[in-house]
């Protein structure tokens, strides 16, 4: 893997450059003090949050309402459910205070329901992808490099589900594959890779089947309005989740350093989208500094693209989406990506870079 990669096509500075402790030393002293403060108070978001899930799923079984306004509140429901997920996410970085215990509370109420138990969260994401960001193939979020594939060929029919696989079904996976992947990493990865040594495997294993066994109960109580109280939810959930997780590192250079501005990638989304989704856009923010509220992510955006408008990558999350979907997914070297089920298929990620970072956005340039 390459460390550092000087593209020739876009002015821009060398990938891999280990100033990212300067950075946040700089923001921290430009940026007013209460930008980086916890905010317990933000946790009360959950009532209204569980007042809808709660509300809609009763409202689907008592009503009698027509299938129509059904796959209404259904839809409504599974986006509440993804939307209360990425306040979970906040609570399990700290970012609200509280002790491991309340955190641990919240965490249940937005990511039982993604079937990723909270601590089981806390170490495959804040300790292992944080830690490991788009580094090789030490990310477990990350569809690694071509080595991966050449050591276990078996792993070739997975790529085919992914995005930009060109294969009809790939065009699904943003549907289920939150939980499936919480899946795959606790039986397979955690088993194997060392960053998961200590973890309680077995607890987080029962604890998922748990979460599952509640999904399966509320299908048995809603009878064939499961489709609209579970299958529905469930689907659209999972999508808003890894409508952002999937745009925020894929279409960026690997490199050794763990550097936010090299390999994470915000969007820009609708301003009440924004809202409901508590600035989940915000990506390279929140891998500067994990334990971020939300609400003040925009600050950081503000002083990122005045200073760092070369490195500071920020497309539309519809350009982000289209892109992830015409493009292959595993990293044949640190800039290329590259499908291992078509060797010949290969696409060179620099010239995108300049094309979606702020002075290729002022410059009226377009990544597709």
């Not at 300067?22 to 923001?27: N, S, T, V």
């Not at 891998?287 to 503000?302: G, I, Q, T």
Request: glycine residues 6%.
């Amino acid at each position: 893997m390459n460390a550092a990669v000087k593209p020739e096509s876009i002015r821009q500075p060398m990938f891999g450059e280990q100033d990212e402790r300067a950075l946040r030393d700089q923001m921290r002293k430009d940026l007013p003090a209460d930008t980086f403060q916890t905010q317990r108070w933000r946790v009360i978001w959950f009532l209204p949050l569980q007042l809808v899930i709660w509300g809609g799923i009763a409202t689907i079984l008592l009503a009698g309402l027509p299938w129509y306004a059904n796959l209404a509140m259904g839809l409504l429901v599974g986006h509440t459910v993804g939307s209360q997920a990425l306040l979970a996410h906040e609570v399990l970085h700290g970012a609200m205070g509280m002790s491991r215990r309340w955190q641990n509370f919240f965490g249940w109420l937005g990511f039982g329901p993604m079937v990723a138990p909270p601590e089981f969260w806390r170490k495959w994401h804040n300790s292992v992808h944080h830690a490991h960001t788009n580094m090789g193939d030490a990310d477990p979020d990350s569809f690694g490099t071509m080595r991966r594939y050449r050591v276990d060929p078996k792993q070739k029919r997975f790529t085919k589900l992914a995005p930009g696989s060109r294969t009809w079904y790939s065009y699904l996976f943003l549907t289920y594959s939150f939980t499936f992947h919480a899946q795959l990493v606790l039986w397979k990865q955690a088993k194997r890779r060392k960053q998961f040594r200590g973890f309680n495997r077995r607890k987080a294993i029962v604890q998922s089947l748990l979460c599952i066994g509640g999904w399966l109960a509320l299908a048995v109580v809603s009878g064939p309005l499961a489709v609209f109280t579970v299958v529905i939810p469930f689907m659209v959930a999972n999508a808003l989740g890894q409508g952002y997780i999937l745009t925020n590192h894929f279409l960026r250079p690997q490199t050794a350093t763990n550097n936010p501005l090299d390999n994470s990638m915000s969007v820009r989304t609708l301003p009440v989208l924004d809202r409901l989704h508590f600035r989940f856009s915000h990506h390279v923010e929140h891998h500067f500094f994990p334990k971020l509220a939300s609400n003040k992510a925009p600050r950081l955006r503000e002083w990122l693209e005045t200073h760092s408008p070369e490195r500071y990558v920020c497309p539309t999350h519809w350009e982000a989406i289209r892109l992830l979907y015409s493009t292959p997914r595993v990293y044949a070297s640190a800039t290329e990506l590259g499908d291992p089920n078509h060797p010949d298929r290969t696409f060179d990620l620099l010239p995108l870079q300049g094309k979606m970072n702020v002075t290729g956005r002022k410059a009226g340039l377009r990544p597709i």
